[in-house]
Every structure is written in C-alpha cells, then in structure tokens.
C-alpha cells in the first residue's frame, strides 16, 4: 500500500515536515509512505492554465495523488487557517471535478505547530476542504502536535542516510497508530470510492 505525504509548510525544518518523516517507523505492515516534495513549484491556480497540457509541476502533483492509495497531509496553521501553498495544491488537484485526483481518496489529517493550543482551525479548515474536493477523511482523534519541539527529536542517520525524526511523545505515538491503522482499513475496504457512490450522478457528466 503506497501512501504518498504531502507538507503543507515550505520550510525546510518545518515541524509539519519533521512529524511525516517520523511518520514511515510507525506505519502498519504493508504500508510504504513516500514523500511529496513539488509543492513550492506549483503555480498559483489559473482556470486558463488547467487545460489538458497544463503545467508540468501540476501534472506530478496529480500523478502522484492519482497513483497513490491513499493521502497524509500535515499543515501548519497561519492567521487560524491552512497555508495558501496547501490550498493552491487541493485546488489544482481536485480539478477536473469528475476526474478529480482527490475524489474518494482516503486522507489522514494531521497539524504540528510550535504553540499552545494552536492547530485546530487548520484540521478543521482542512478537513472541510478535503470533504468538499469529495475525499474521504479519517475521523479523530487526529494528531494535533502542540509545543512541537518538545515532542519530536531528530534521531542519527546511518550511513548516508537521511537525518529523520523521532516522536517522543508516548499519546503522539499512539494516535499516529490510530490513524495510520485506519486509513489502512479504509484504502483497503475501498471507504473513498463508497462514500462518494451518492454523489457521482451529480459530478459525472450525463452521456
């Protein structure tokens, strides 16, 4: 089961960024998590563009949704909402709405920010959003990583390896195995694909 991550943070030590690398450890047997890392080259959304030769960063974005089976998507929160970055990349992606790369998608949400009592107004915002684009997004209790630096700590790498990152947090832990667990379940019992049944006769053009 191919799961691709996507950080909704353009940072390059954003803390969203450290929490999916943590991320592939934790996973369920079966289950590989690889990495989107296009998101800062894709265009600002522009219906003129989004025609069947549109912009090579647009086509990888949807590719690799398209060909994955299911989504992680951490975000940070600014001004009480999602980066515009994240926005712009659901946007493009759930386009055509009918061939959308986002449509029944299975979805973890999860938000990773340095305060207190901050983060919530993001998974909120972006589950709405996803629910909208027709995803299907795994219910709470989410990862809701507060006073991140705290909680997560860099771990050596081996060899030539990748510096990655170790949540240290035992009820972190725990919720990613939650959820991880369940988006498992749901890619596997095709949840995406049923949740959407009641709604293709409205997004599907009549033949």
């Not at 926005?87 to 493009?92: L, P, Q, T, V, Y």
């Not at 209790?141 to 390896?161: F, I, K, N, Y």
């Amino acid at each position: 089961m191919r799961i691709l991550a996507i950080s909704g943070s353009l940072r390059q030590d954003s803390f969203n960024t450290q929490l999916l690398r943590a991320l592939p450890p934790l996973a369920p047997e079966g289950m590989e998590i690889e990495f989107f890392d296009g998101l800062g080259d894709v265009p600002l959304y522009n219906q003129d563009l989004d025609v069947e030769d549109c912009p090579k960063p647009v086509q990888r974005l949807r590719t690799a949704i398209a060909e994955a089976d299911g989504l992680i998507i951490a975000s940070p929160e600014y001004n009480g909402s999602i980066p515009g970055v994240l926005k712009n990349a659901i946007d493009w992606a759930s386009r055509p709405t009918s061939r959308s790369a986002l449509l029944g998608k299975c979805v973890v949400t999860m938000v990773a920010t340095p305060g207190r009592g901050l983060g919530r107004n993001a998974l909120s915002d972006l589950g709405r959003v996803l629910h909208d684009c027709h995803a299907f997004v795994i219910s709470g209790p989410w990862v809701h990583l507060s006073e991140a630096p705290t909680r997560m700590e860099a771990a050596q790498a081996e060899g030539d390896g990748e510096a990655a990152t170790v949540l240290t947090d035992p009820m972190t832990r725990r919720l990613v195995d939650i959820q991880l667990s369940s988006l498992q379940d749901a890619v596997k019992n095709d949840a995406g694909r049923h949740a959407v049944v009641p709604l293709m006769s409205f997004i599907t053009p009549r033949r």
